[in-house]
C-alpha cells in the first residue's frame, strides 16, 4: 500500500510541475533532481571503489544541466568545462594510479549520465511544451509496463542475466511492438506537426534506450551489492531508482526533435 500511495502521489505531483511551470521554472526543479541524483551517485560510486569529488562534480552536473536546454549554447564546449572543472579537481587528488583513473571516469560520468538527460527533459518542454516533456514519460511508462506483462506471460530466455535476470527477450520484444504503437497514435494528437513514422522511429529508440538506461542503473547497484539507490520515495527506492530509463530515453526523443525531420 504504501508503494502505490508513494507512486501516486509522484506521479500526480510530476504531471503538475510538468503542465503548469514554464520551461525556465521546470529548469529549477530539474537542477533538484539532478542534485539529489548526484547524491544517489557519489554514494553508489564510493561503495564501489571510485572517490569522486563531490562538490566539482555536482558543479559540473548542475552547469551541464543549466545549459542543455538552451539551443544556441554549444553543448561541446558546455561539456568541455566540466570535465575542466572536475579534472583540476581530481588531479589535485593524493591518490595514483589505477584508483585515481577511476575516480576520474566516474566524476566525468556525472555530468553525462545526469546532467545531459535533465536538461534534455527541459529542453523537449521548451521546444515542444509539456504534451512532449509527458509523451516522452508515458512511452517509457508504457514500454516498461508491456515489458513487465509481456514478460511474465511468455518470458523465457533472460535478455542479460548477469545486470537484471527478471528481464526477458519476449518482454523486450513487448515493450518494441506496443510502445512505438502507442507513440504513433498518442503522438498524431499530441504531437501532430510529425507523421506516424516518425513517432513509431522515436518509439523504438526510446525503447533502447530505456531498456539501456534500466541495465545501466542494475549494474552500478550489483557493483555496489545494494537493492535500491536511496531510500527517499517509500516502496520506491531512490530518485536514480524512477529514473533509470528516462536518463537514457530522454536524450533520443531529444535529438529525434532537433535532427530528424
Sequence with gaps: MTRVISGVLMGAAALALIWFLSSIALLLVALIVAAMACHEYDRIVATIGARVPSRTTLAATLLVCAMVPFQWVDLESVLAAAQLLIAINVLASDRVGPPLLADTAAAVLAPVYIGVPLGCLVGIH???????????IATVAVSDTA????????GRTPLAPLRSPK??????VGGFVIAPLFLAVAGSYW??????YW???????????GIIGDLFESMLKRAADMKDSGALIPGHGGVLDRI???LFAAPVFYFFLRNVQ
Excluded at 513517432?199 to 534506450?209: K, N
Design 126 to 136: 521548451a521546444m515542444v511544451g509539456r504534451e512532449g516533456v509527458l509523451l516522452l
Design 199 to 209: 513517432h513509431a522511429g522515436a518509439g523504438l529508440g526510446i525503447v533502447i534506450a
Design 167 to 172: 528481464k526477458t527477450r519476449e518482454g523486450a
Design 191 to 196: 504531437l501532430p506537426n510529425f507523421p506516424w
Design 244 to 246: 533509470d530509463a528516462l
Design 147 to 154: 515489458q513487465y506483462y509481456t514478460g511474465r506471460t511468455f
